[in-house]
Protein backbone atom coordinates (compact mmCIF):
# COMPACT_ATOMS: atom_id res chain seq x y z
CA UNK A 1 0.00 0.00 0.00
CA UNK A 2 2.94 2.35 1.13
CA UNK A 3 4.99 1.67 -2.01
CA UNK A 4 1.66 1.97 -4.48
CA UNK A 5 0.89 5.28 -2.42
CA UNK A 6 4.54 6.79 -2.92
CA UNK A 7 4.48 5.36 -6.97
CA UNK A 8 1.01 7.64 -7.41
CA UNK A 9 2.90 10.22 -5.52
CA UNK A 10 5.57 10.10 -7.87
CA UNK A 11 3.91 9.37 -11.44
CA UNK A 12 1.86 12.63 -11.08
CA UNK A 13 4.93 14.81 -9.96
CA UNK A 14 7.58 13.04 -11.91
CA UNK A 15 8.43 12.41 -15.46
CA UNK A 16 9.54 8.58 -16.37
CA UNK A 17 12.85 7.99 -15.25
CA UNK A 18 15.19 5.87 -13.45
CA UNK A 19 13.58 6.72 -10.11
CA UNK A 20 10.98 4.47 -10.84
CA UNK A 21 12.81 1.39 -11.52
CA UNK A 22 14.59 2.20 -8.37
CA UNK A 23 11.06 2.56 -6.11
CA UNK A 24 9.91 -0.92 -8.24
CA UNK A 25 12.94 -2.45 -7.26
CA UNK A 26 12.83 -1.58 -3.85
CA UNK A 27 9.36 -2.87 -3.42
CA UNK A 28 10.52 -6.01 -4.62
CA UNK A 29 13.54 -6.33 -2.24
CA UNK A 30 10.98 -4.84 0.79
CA UNK A 31 8.34 -7.31 -0.02
CA UNK A 32 10.83 -10.45 -0.40
CA UNK A 33 12.79 -9.11 3.33
CA UNK A 34 8.69 -8.57 5.02
CA UNK A 35 7.26 -12.51 3.45
CA UNK A 36 10.76 -14.11 4.21
CA UNK A 37 10.42 -12.86 7.86
CA UNK A 38 7.01 -13.62 8.22
CA UNK A 39 7.67 -17.17 6.54
CA UNK A 40 5.34 -17.01 4.01
CA UNK A 41 7.63 -16.93 0.98
CA UNK A 42 6.33 -20.42 -0.27
CA UNK A 43 2.92 -19.39 0.29
CA UNK A 44 3.42 -16.64 -2.35
CA UNK A 45 5.42 -18.27 -5.10
CA UNK A 46 3.54 -21.63 -4.35
CA UNK A 47 1.23 -22.68 -8.23
CA UNK A 48 -1.62 -23.25 -6.18
CA UNK A 49 -1.66 -19.35 -4.81
CA UNK A 50 -4.54 -17.22 -6.14
CA UNK A 51 -2.44 -14.47 -7.80
CA UNK A 52 -4.58 -11.35 -7.11
CA UNK A 53 -3.77 -11.69 -3.97
CA UNK A 54 -0.11 -11.65 -4.49
CA UNK A 55 1.71 -9.07 -3.98
CA UNK A 56 4.48 -9.13 -5.66
CA UNK A 57 2.52 -9.42 -8.94
CA UNK A 58 -0.08 -6.74 -7.93
CA UNK A 59 2.87 -4.29 -7.19
CA UNK A 60 4.48 -5.65 -10.74
CA UNK A 61 0.94 -5.08 -12.67
CA UNK A 62 0.60 -1.46 -10.85
CA UNK A 63 3.99 -0.42 -11.53
CA UNK A 64 3.93 -1.88 -15.64
CA UNK A 65 0.42 -0.02 -15.66
CA UNK A 66 1.19 3.08 -13.70
CA UNK A 67 4.58 3.45 -16.40
CA UNK A 68 2.33 2.41 -19.08
CA UNK A 69 0.30 5.68 -18.61
CA UNK A 70 3.00 7.60 -17.69
CA UNK A 71 4.99 6.87 -20.78
CA UNK A 72 1.70 7.56 -22.93
CA UNK A 73 1.44 10.93 -21.29
CA UNK A 74 5.19 11.79 -21.13
CA UNK A 75 4.38 11.35 -25.07
CA UNK A 76 1.58 13.61 -25.36
CA UNK A 77 3.19 16.22 -23.26
CA UNK A 78 6.37 16.53 -25.33
CA UNK A 79 4.73 16.09 -28.12
CA UNK A 80 2.56 19.27 -26.81
CA UNK A 81 5.59 20.90 -26.12
CA UNK A 82 7.01 20.25 -29.03
CA UNK A 83 4.23 22.06 -30.70
CA UNK A 84 4.54 25.25 -28.86
CA UNK A 85 8.18 25.42 -29.19
CA UNK A 86 7.65 25.19 -32.87
CA UNK A 87 4.90 27.59 -32.50
CA UNK A 88 7.56 29.74 -30.58
CA UNK A 89 9.43 29.54 -33.30
CA UNK A 90 7.82 30.30 -35.89
CA UNK A 91 6.70 33.47 -34.34
CA UNK A 92 10.25 34.44 -33.72
CA UNK A 93 11.10 33.52 -37.66
CA UNK A 94 7.86 35.72 -38.34
CA UNK A 95 8.74 38.61 -35.54
CA UNK A 96 12.20 38.32 -37.06
CA UNK A 97 10.93 38.72 -41.19
CA UNK A 98 8.86 41.67 -40.02
CA UNK A 99 11.15 45.13 -41.00
CA UNK A 100 9.27 47.26 -38.51
CA UNK A 101 11.06 47.03 -34.63
CA UNK A 102 8.51 44.65 -32.67
CA UNK A 103 8.88 43.78 -29.03
CA UNK A 104 7.38 40.87 -26.97
CA UNK A 105 5.84 42.11 -23.47
CA UNK A 106 5.41 39.98 -20.53
CA UNK A 107 2.86 41.40 -17.96
CA UNK A 108 3.30 39.96 -14.25
CA UNK A 109 0.45 40.41 -12.19
CA UNK A 110 -0.63 40.05 -8.42
CA UNK A 111 -3.29 38.03 -7.27
CA UNK A 112 -6.20 40.82 -8.19
CA UNK A 113 -5.06 41.01 -11.67
CA UNK A 114 -3.52 44.01 -11.68
CA UNK A 115 -0.12 44.58 -13.39
CA UNK A 116 2.77 45.19 -10.93
CA UNK A 117 5.34 44.54 -13.85
CA UNK A 118 5.62 44.90 -17.62
CA UNK A 119 9.24 43.66 -19.12
CA UNK A 120 10.61 42.65 -22.14
CA UNK A 121 10.60 39.05 -23.27
CA UNK A 122 11.42 39.06 -27.35
CA UNK A 123 12.75 41.66 -29.46
CA UNK A 124 13.37 41.06 -33.24
CA UNK A 125 16.18 41.80 -35.16
CA UNK A 126 14.39 45.06 -36.33
CA UNK A 127 14.62 46.39 -33.24
CA UNK A 128 18.33 45.30 -32.50
CA UNK A 129 19.36 47.17 -35.47
CA UNK A 130 16.76 49.84 -35.37
CA UNK A 131 17.68 50.72 -31.29
CA UNK A 132 21.48 49.11 -31.65
CA UNK A 133 20.15 46.98 -28.90
CA UNK A 134 20.98 43.29 -28.27
CA UNK A 135 18.26 40.64 -26.97
CA UNK A 136 20.71 40.17 -23.90
CA UNK A 137 20.38 43.25 -22.85
CA UNK A 138 16.33 43.87 -23.36
CA UNK A 139 15.78 40.65 -21.49
CA UNK A 140 13.90 40.55 -18.15
CA UNK A 141 13.94 44.91 -18.37
CA UNK A 142 11.02 46.75 -17.24
CA UNK A 143 9.59 48.27 -20.09
CA UNK A 144 9.03 51.85 -18.41
CA UNK A 145 13.33 52.03 -17.85
CA UNK A 146 14.04 50.02 -21.20
CA UNK A 147 11.96 52.36 -23.47
CA UNK A 148 13.30 55.71 -21.74
CA UNK A 149 16.50 54.61 -21.60
CA UNK A 150 16.39 54.00 -25.31
CA UNK A 151 14.17 56.79 -26.60
CA UNK A 152 15.16 59.10 -24.31
CA UNK A 153 11.96 61.34 -24.12
CA UNK A 154 9.34 62.62 -21.30
CA UNK A 155 6.77 59.75 -22.66
CA UNK A 156 5.24 57.57 -19.15
CA UNK A 157 4.90 54.29 -20.62
CA UNK A 158 3.40 52.79 -17.29
CA UNK A 159 0.74 55.46 -18.19
CA UNK A 160 0.54 54.05 -21.99
CA UNK A 161 0.64 50.29 -21.45
CA UNK A 162 -1.13 50.09 -17.87
CA UNK A 163 -2.86 52.89 -16.48
CA UNK A 164 -4.39 54.46 -19.84
CA UNK A 165 -4.26 52.10 -22.30
CA UNK A 166 -3.65 52.59 -25.75
CA UNK A 167 -3.76 51.12 -29.00
CA UNK A 168 -1.81 53.35 -30.81
CA UNK A 169 0.22 56.59 -30.13
CA UNK A 170 2.60 58.99 -31.09
CA UNK A 171 6.49 59.41 -30.09
CA UNK A 172 8.87 61.38 -30.48
CA UNK A 173 12.77 60.63 -29.63
CA UNK A 174 15.09 63.84 -29.51
CA UNK A 175 18.32 61.27 -29.30
CA UNK A 176 17.41 59.75 -32.60
CA UNK A 177 15.37 62.50 -34.43
CA UNK A 178 12.89 60.60 -35.41
CA UNK A 179 8.59 60.16 -34.93
CA UNK A 180 7.34 56.61 -34.40
CA UNK A 181 4.13 55.54 -33.86
CA UNK A 182 3.58 52.96 -31.22
CA UNK A 183 1.23 49.57 -32.39
CA UNK A 184 0.26 47.84 -29.10
CA UNK A 185 -1.42 44.64 -29.11
CA UNK A 186 -2.17 42.37 -26.28
CA UNK A 187 -2.76 38.74 -26.77
CA UNK A 188 -4.06 37.75 -23.81
CA UNK A 189 -3.17 38.67 -20.33
CA UNK A 190 -0.03 38.35 -20.11
CA UNK A 191 1.65 38.62 -23.19
CA UNK A 192 1.62 41.89 -25.28
CA UNK A 193 3.64 42.78 -28.78
CA UNK A 194 4.59 46.14 -29.41
CA UNK A 195 5.48 47.57 -32.77
CA UNK A 196 7.47 50.23 -33.46
CA UNK A 197 6.71 52.74 -37.42
CA UNK A 198 8.86 55.38 -38.12
CA UNK A 199 7.15 57.90 -39.46
CA UNK A 200 9.44 60.91 -39.86
CA UNK A 201 9.18 60.96 -43.52
CA UNK A 202 5.54 60.88 -43.32
CA UNK A 203 6.29 63.94 -40.85
CA UNK A 204 8.61 65.36 -42.73
CA UNK A 205 6.50 65.41 -45.92
CA UNK A 206 2.91 66.55 -44.25
CA UNK A 207 5.29 69.61 -42.52
CA UNK A 208 6.68 70.20 -46.45
CA UNK A 209 2.60 69.95 -47.14
CA UNK A 210 1.50 71.93 -44.57
CA UNK A 211 4.21 74.82 -45.05
CA UNK A 212 3.65 74.67 -48.64
CA UNK A 213 0.36 75.13 -48.26
CA UNK A 214 0.31 77.84 -46.11
CA UNK A 215 2.83 79.70 -48.87
CA UNK A 216 -0.04 78.86 -51.36
CA UNK A 217 -2.42 79.93 -49.23
CA UNK A 218 -0.72 83.02 -48.33
CA UNK A 219 -0.55 83.75 -52.29
CA UNK A 220 -3.69 83.71 -52.57
CA UNK A 221 -5.19 85.63 -50.33
CA UNK A 222 -2.72 88.46 -51.46
CA UNK A 223 -4.50 87.96 -54.67
CA UNK A 224 -8.03 90.17 -54.98
CA UNK A 225 -9.75 87.54 -56.42
CA UNK A 226 -12.14 84.83 -54.89
CA UNK A 227 -11.40 81.19 -55.27
CA UNK A 228 -13.99 78.29 -54.92
CA UNK A 229 -13.79 74.70 -55.35
CA UNK A 230 -17.09 73.50 -56.94
CA UNK A 231 -17.82 70.04 -57.58
CA UNK A 232 -19.85 68.42 -60.21
CA UNK A 233 -23.55 68.91 -58.46
CA UNK A 234 -22.40 72.23 -58.27
CA UNK A 235 -21.62 72.98 -54.36
CA UNK A 236 -19.57 74.79 -52.88
CA UNK A 237 -16.42 72.50 -51.40
CA UNK A 238 -14.05 75.24 -50.29
CA UNK A 239 -13.72 79.11 -50.67
CA UNK A 240 -10.38 81.38 -50.24
CA UNK A 241 -11.08 85.29 -50.36
CA UNK A 242 -9.76 88.17 -48.36
CA UNK A 243 -10.68 91.74 -48.09
CA UNK A 244 -14.12 90.47 -49.05
CA UNK A 245 -15.61 90.23 -45.50
CA UNK A 246 -17.05 93.30 -45.32
CA UNK A 247 -18.04 93.50 -49.00
CA UNK A 248 -19.69 89.63 -49.04
CA UNK A 249 -20.41 88.30 -45.99
CA UNK A 250 -22.38 85.84 -47.27
CA UNK A 251 -19.23 84.14 -48.64
CA UNK A 252 -18.05 83.02 -45.20
CA UNK A 253 -21.74 80.79 -45.49
CA UNK A 254 -21.66 79.55 -48.85
CA UNK A 255 -20.02 76.14 -48.30
CA UNK A 256 -21.77 73.24 -48.64
CA UNK A 257 -24.76 75.54 -50.65
CA UNK A 258 -25.23 75.01 -54.24
CA UNK A 259 -25.01 77.60 -57.19
CA UNK A 260 -28.36 77.46 -57.12
CA UNK A 261 -28.65 79.07 -53.51
CA UNK A 262 -25.52 81.38 -54.11
CA UNK A 263 -27.58 84.30 -55.15
CA UNK A 264 -27.46 83.83 -58.84
CA UNK A 265 -30.54 83.71 -61.15
CA UNK A 266 -32.20 80.34 -62.46
CA UNK A 267 -30.83 81.11 -65.60
CA UNK A 268 -27.50 82.04 -64.70
CA UNK A 269 -27.04 79.16 -62.35
CA UNK A 270 -28.18 76.65 -65.39
CA UNK A 271 -25.69 78.16 -67.32
CA UNK A 272 -22.57 77.88 -64.70
CA UNK A 273 -23.71 74.23 -64.14
CA UNK A 274 -23.26 73.99 -67.49
CA UNK A 275 -19.77 75.29 -67.75
CA UNK A 276 -19.00 72.62 -64.52
CA UNK A 277 -19.93 69.89 -66.49
CA UNK A 278 -18.10 70.93 -69.53
CA UNK A 279 -14.46 72.07 -67.89
CA UNK A 280 -14.58 68.42 -66.18
CA UNK A 281 -15.81 66.38 -68.78
CA UNK A 282 -13.50 67.87 -71.87
CA UNK A 283 -10.29 69.38 -69.32
CA UNK A 284 -11.45 73.04 -70.35
CA UNK A 285 -11.18 76.52 -69.35
CA UNK A 286 -14.97 78.35 -69.00
CA UNK A 287 -15.31 81.51 -68.79
CA UNK A 288 -18.40 83.15 -67.94
CA UNK A 289 -19.47 86.63 -66.47
CA UNK A 290 -22.42 87.63 -64.30
CA UNK A 291 -24.01 90.17 -61.71
CA UNK A 292 -24.82 89.58 -58.56
CA UNK A 293 -26.59 92.22 -55.83
CA UNK A 294 -24.77 92.65 -52.98
CA UNK A 295 -26.53 95.48 -50.71
CA UNK A 296 -28.62 96.70 -53.27
CA UNK A 297 -25.91 97.47 -55.85
CA UNK A 298 -25.53 95.08 -59.05
CA UNK A 299 -22.03 93.93 -59.27
CA UNK A 300 -20.18 92.36 -62.50
CA UNK A 301 -18.07 89.62 -62.10
CA UNK A 302 -16.01 87.10 -64.39
CA UNK A 303 -15.74 83.62 -63.69
CA UNK A 304 -13.44 80.96 -64.85
CA UNK A 305 -13.39 77.30 -64.19
CA UNK A 306 -10.94 74.72 -64.53
CA UNK A 307 -10.64 71.10 -64.23
CA UNK A 308 -9.46 69.99 -60.48
CA UNK A 309 -9.80 66.82 -60.61
CA UNK A 310 -12.74 64.01 -62.27
CA UNK A 311 -15.67 65.40 -59.78
CA UNK A 312 -14.72 69.11 -59.03
CA UNK A 313 -13.65 72.23 -60.62
CA UNK A 314 -11.63 75.12 -59.38
CA UNK A 315 -13.64 78.29 -60.16
CA UNK A 316 -11.76 81.91 -60.23
CA UNK A 317 -14.38 84.71 -59.57
CA UNK A 318 -13.10 88.58 -60.22
CA UNK A 319 -14.44 91.71 -59.43
CA UNK A 320 -14.79 93.26 -62.68
CA UNK A 321 -17.49 96.25 -61.59
CA UNK A 322 -15.15 99.28 -62.40
CA UNK A 323 -13.48 97.58 -65.63
CA UNK A 324 -17.49 97.18 -66.75
CA UNK A 325 -18.09 100.88 -65.59
CA UNK A 326 -14.96 101.89 -67.43
CA UNK A 327 -16.17 100.51 -70.95
CA UNK A 328 -19.71 101.66 -70.49
CA UNK A 329 -18.44 105.18 -69.86
CA UNK A 330 -16.04 104.59 -73.04
CA UNK A 331 -18.93 103.53 -74.96
CA UNK A 332 -21.00 106.93 -74.14
CA UNK A 333 -17.85 108.79 -74.97
CA UNK A 334 -17.20 106.98 -78.27
CA UNK A 335 -21.14 107.51 -79.22
CA UNK A 336 -21.10 111.06 -78.01
CA UNK A 337 -17.68 111.60 -80.44
CA UNK A 338 -19.43 109.88 -83.42
CA UNK A 339 -22.36 112.37 -82.62
CA UNK A 340 -20.21 115.10 -82.35
CA UNK A 341 -18.87 114.19 -85.94
CA UNK A 342 -22.24 113.74 -87.31
CA UNK A 343 -23.08 117.20 -86.18
CA UNK A 344 -19.50 118.98 -87.39
CA UNK A 345 -19.59 117.35 -90.81
CA UNK A 346 -23.34 118.48 -90.92
CA UNK A 347 -22.72 121.79 -90.19
CA UNK A 348 -19.67 121.68 -92.67
CA UNK A 349 -21.86 120.68 -95.54
CA UNK A 350 -24.39 123.18 -94.81
CA UNK A 351 -21.53 125.54 -94.58
CA UNK A 352 -19.89 124.76 -97.95
CA UNK A 353 -23.57 125.10 -99.32
CA UNK A 354 -24.23 128.52 -98.04
CA UNK A 355 -21.18 129.81 -98.97
CA UNK A 356 -20.86 127.96 -102.61
CA UNK A 357 -24.62 129.29 -103.81
CA UNK A 358 -23.32 133.22 -102.94
CA UNK A 359 -20.19 132.39 -104.75
CA UNK A 360 -20.90 131.27 -107.79
CA UNK A 361 -23.70 134.38 -108.37
CA UNK A 362 -20.47 136.38 -107.42
CA UNK A 363 -18.64 134.88 -110.41
CA UNK A 364 -21.56 134.99 -113.01
CA UNK A 365 -22.03 138.75 -112.21
CA UNK A 366 -18.56 139.19 -112.63
CA UNK A 367 -18.20 137.68 -115.84
CA UNK A 368 -21.05 139.71 -117.14
CA UNK A 369 -19.11 142.73 -115.79
CA UNK A 370 -16.64 141.97 -117.89
CA UNK A 371 -18.79 142.65 -121.45
CA UNK A 372 -18.33 146.03 -123.04
CA UNK A 373 -21.22 146.49 -124.03
CA UNK A 374 -22.77 147.14 -121.05
CA UNK A 375 -24.09 150.64 -120.00
CA UNK A 376 -23.02 152.11 -117.41
CA UNK A 377 -26.55 151.77 -115.55
CA UNK A 378 -26.50 147.85 -115.79
CA UNK A 379 -22.79 147.48 -114.47
CA UNK A 380 -23.68 149.58 -111.30
CA UNK A 381 -26.58 147.21 -110.66
CA UNK A 382 -24.39 144.06 -111.10
CA UNK A 383 -21.93 145.60 -108.91
CA UNK A 384 -24.70 146.29 -106.30
CA UNK A 385 -25.74 142.75 -106.46
CA UNK A 386 -21.76 141.50 -106.02
CA UNK A 387 -21.57 143.67 -103.01
CA UNK A 388 -24.98 141.96 -101.37
CA UNK A 389 -24.31 138.41 -102.57
CA UNK A 390 -20.54 139.41 -100.77
CA UNK A 391 -22.25 140.26 -97.50
CA UNK A 392 -24.94 137.41 -97.46
Known amino acids: FWYLSG ?54 LSFAAVISLRIVFDKNLNRYYEQIRAAERQNRD ?8 LAQLKALRDQDGNIVRLEVEEINHAFESGFRI ?7 QEVNYLFNFIFRNDTNWNDLFIIDPKQQAEIFSPVLGKWFTVHILWLNQEICFCFFNDISREKEEIKLLQETKARYLTLLQAIPDIFFVIDRDGTFQDV ?21 KAGFSEMMAGKIYGCIQKSIDNDTIETIEYTLEVKGIFLFFEMRLARLNENSVISIARDITRRKKAEF ?37 TKLLADPTLSDFEKDEFIHDVEQQGFA
Open 7 to 60: LSVLTFMVPFDIRYILLYVSGLISLTFHTASAGLSGQYLSPDQIFIYNPFIILT
Open 94 to 101: IANQIRQP
Open 134 to 140: TLQETKG
Open 240 to 260: VFKGQETMHPEIAEVIGNTIF
Open 329 to 365: ELEAAKIKAEEANSLKSKFLANLSHDIRTPMNIIMGL
